[in-house]
């Protein structure tokens, strides 16, 4: 049986291409009979079967690899395959004594923290419900709205099924007109987002600022900051308390569209973090020996690999790594170009199936260098080590990781992503357990834009679209993205476009608060002129609010376009 189990080096490694393969899922409800013995996911056992196995939806080999972008030219394929036959011998097998247990009977791996996804799972249900009801609610008011007591009655199914009272306002005239429930839909989604901000401030329901922990594990391994840019995609809002289990108030989170981050601003707050360092000693003195961690997460579908990739890449899962990577590497050589005495960062490229959460990881070498053809799978990871105890299991994660990553892999960041592919281990089993295997909503269903700088709060997939600018013209780009994924979401149903423009300041620098107030205007005003069409028809709506990130107290409403007497009048 242990042989069975043995994995191979090539087992984890894209052997042409980071591509969408995947182990099938099958639930072991389903997939297992009480003779107990199958593995719901097959494991290679043979040399030819090390390669990744063919998810039912995807793509031939010839297609992928018609998609696929060439080598990266530092490394050849020759060389990379001498390199790994020649590591193949060393590679980890499990020995035949290794304790086991007896797999559990739910199918979940025993490192999974199962309170954590009791947890997260109450959470989720619990945003998305709040959001999900709006429509139904409104429907039903809709229908009453020529009774006699109308408002009465609006108001009473809105606080049993949102918890709020609508504005009186809004109700007033129907009896004479037409209810306006497209205004009347964007006040119910704005006050939801309120509702769920002042709750996340106030209450910590995700446990993301508890952060000590996190801290002390990252330095050990030699980093004093996690900069993580997600693709702006909703799909991966949840990235760090859901996928990669981190404490959000510990992470630096700057999504992008297409993970294409902006390198001068990261260059900036990398002198910010670095000069706090100096200065103050935080989070450590600047002559600890440790760096600055910069991460991109790119995404890509198993299911639906040609349709449901990353937007802003075509939907080419290797363009998008690719664009992630260069991106990286710019943002390294700005680093050491601009600054002397061996100034340099660390750099960790993640790649996201965003349909079942698995993630892989792109382990670099002592110099950096990241191979694209080469990655650590967390599914697979997982269907190898599900069997084991915890001990053997955390052990195991922590020998695949080794086993599949450069040999002069740093050890500091061999810990680090032994310990996020453990995170990830939670996650999968959260898909799984929670929503079948992979998500239902494959392609975007998110409930507002959020356009500006912050956002904390959002940690939830496929709640909000981002688009992370100060002014219209930078982000014009993510904002044409977010009109066209709202256009089919919410226009063609007649529903207008909610945007949250946001603007984080720090309460401490003397005139801050009012200059993000006045950003927000004035990227209202631009907003509402570069979507005249949809604001002229009542298919755009903005709420405007403020954030004093010192004070880690909530949002202040500062504006909003169902107040003003015509769009964008402020
Ligand atoms: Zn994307």
Known sequence: MSSQRRPTRASLIWASAPATA?????????GESGSGAPAATPEPVTAESAKPTPATTEPSTQARGQRMRPRPPSRTAGADAAKRSARQPKRAVVPAA????????????????RDGNARLQRYEERIKTAFDRIVPVLKRISALQHASDFERQAQSIARDALGFDLPEHMLADAWVTQLD???????????????????????DPLGGHEIRDFDRFLQDCGFHQLDVTPCADGRLAHAISYVLRLPCGAVRRKPYAGGLFDVENTVSKWGEVELGRFREGIPNTADAPTRYLKSVIYHYSSVDPHHQGCAAHGSDDAAAAQGALDRLLAFRQSVENGFCCGASVALLLIGLDTDTD???????????????TQSVDA????????????????A?????????APASADPGMLRLVARLIENNLSQIDYVRQVHGGHYADVGHAEHFMGVGIGFEEI???????????YTVEEGAADLDVGRKIFSGLNVSRGLPIPIVIRFDYHGGVPGARERAVTRCRRLDAALAGRFADLADRGLLHRLLVVRDSDAGAGIEVVGCSLTAPTAGGH
Request: glycine share 4%; hydrophobic share 35%; aromatic share 10%.
């Open 181 to 203: 429930l497209r205004r009347l839909f964007a006040w119910c989604v704005f006050e939801t987002y309120r509702r769920m901000t002042d709750d996340f401030f106030a209450n």
């Open 459 to 469: 940690q939830l997939r496929n709640l909000t679209y981002f688009a992370y600018l």
């Open 358 to 372: 698995a993630i892989r990881v792109h382990v670099p070498d002592g110099e950096g260098h990241m191979d694209l």
């Open 396 to 404: 195991r994660v922590a020998e695949l990781v080794k086993a599949h």
């Open 379 to 394: 599914l697979k990871v997982h269907a190898i080590t599900r069997d084991l105890e915890p001990t053997a299991a955390r």
């Open 22 to 30: 995947a182990p099938p899922y099958r639930p072991r409800s389903r």
């Open 98 to 113: 290794e304790p086991r247990q007896a797999r559990d009977p739910s199918g979940q791996h025993p490192l999974t923290d």
